[in-house]
């Protein structure tokens, strides 16, 4: 795959990078941690064929990078899911959360050793929303929020990083929203979403990367941990990427790293459950998440990349009726692919 030359994509806006494109001998041969130093993805493991290949596209081609406005919005925030009720085969319900859980005490190859999640990434194309659903919320508006985190279930320590959309009526009719966003509260702290600006927005058939990770765990044992938090952002647009990463510091703070979720959810609007935006399909892909040992810091207990089985299936149901908001299909092994699909809540 030859690499695309600078020249040959747009000038970028005043205040952007661009990191250059590496070739075929470049995306084999370098080593992880100099692809951390140049500011890139770390690689997959090749056996990983999709995921993989969409590392391959990104990295093979030239990127903006982008130093991001942010906006913390203390109105809209995400909740640890409510109404949970009883865990039958691996799956349950809740009122605001749909999709897939990795739970504590759930390892990848060595179920005796308690494991701490450093990791979680996914990609997905985002979604045109569109209407309301009937769930009893004061908000006249509609949400969605998509996101891959750290921390979370049945906590309210969370670390987390998606995508919004949110249907807003108006005079002339409705209008839609799109946008990236994180959360960081490692200290059980009501902090709301805060939103990141990219230069070109994201709007419907975008295709988004997100990782959330306290450290950075390579294939040959490596690790990178500095007592800071990352979110990556990636946003890819026809021909265009964009690539941008939040930073946070996690010295002396309290974030468990007990979970990783993969979660559609309908969030809190002033303290009320927002409605839930109808929002078709997702296809939440390359989802994965990795592990380490803990307390043990013998790079040799660290487990990237591997299959986690049984993963927990989160349904979304209407507090009010019952009816269910959203269906979870199941997780496909290592790299799969978590479908969440909207249900009519009326």
Not at 46 to 74: A, G, L
Not at 126 to 151: H, Q, R
């Amino acid at each position: 795959m030859p690499a695309i030359p600078v020249e040959s994509i747009r000038p970028p806006p005043e205040g952007t990078k661009v990191r250059p494109a590496l070739s075929e001998e470049e995306m084999t041969n370098l080593s992880d941690a100099e692809l951390v130093k140049r500011g890139y993805l770390r690689r997959p493991d090749p056996k990983q064929t999709e995921h993989f290949n969409h590392w391959k596209k990104i990295v093979s081609r030239p990127t903006y990078i982008f130093e991001p406005e942010v906006v913390t919005d203390n109105e809209v925030r995400t909740a640890i899911p409510e109404g949970v009720q009883q865990i039958v085969s691996s799956t349950t319900t809740s009122y605001n959360w749909g999709g897939v859980v990795y739970q504590p005490g759930q390892p990848t190859d060595a179920p005796q050793i308690p494991n701490r999640w450093a990791a979680v990434t996914a990609w997905w194309v985002t979604p045109k929303v569109t209407g309301l659903t009937s769930v009893g919320s004061t908000d006249t508006n509609a949400k969605l929020l998509i996101w891959v985190g750290i921390d979370g279930w049945l906590t309210n320590t969370v670390f987390q990083g998606g995508t919004g959309h949110y249907v807003i009526q108006g005079a002339n009719g409705p209008a839609t929203d799109d946008f990236l966003w994180y959360q960081y509260n490692p200290d059980d702290l009501p902090i709301g979403l805060t939103r990141v600006s990219l230069p070109p927005g994201v709007g419907p058939d975008d295709i988004v990367n997100v990782t959330v990770r306290t450290a950075a765990i390579f294939p040959d044992g490596s690790t990178i941990e500095d007592g800071n938090g990352y979110i990556d952002f990636i946003l890819r647009r026809g021909h265009d990427v964009w690539i941008t990463t939040i930073t946070r510091g996690l010295a002396g703070r309290i974030l468990g790293n007990t979970s990783a979720e993969w979660i559609a959810e309908r969030p809190q609007f002033s303290g009320v459950f927002s409605n839930l935006a109808n929002f078709g399909h997702i296809s939440i892909n390359t989802s994965y998440a990795s592990a380490y040992a803990d307390p043990d810091p013998d790079p040799t207990n660290y487990y990237p990349d591997e299959a986690v089985t049984p993963c927990l299936m989160v349904n979304m149901i209407n507090p009010n009726t019952g009816n269910t908001l959203s269906t979870t299909d199941p997780h496909i092994g290592k790299g799969g692919t978590i479908g969440v699909t909207w249900r009519n809540s009326s």
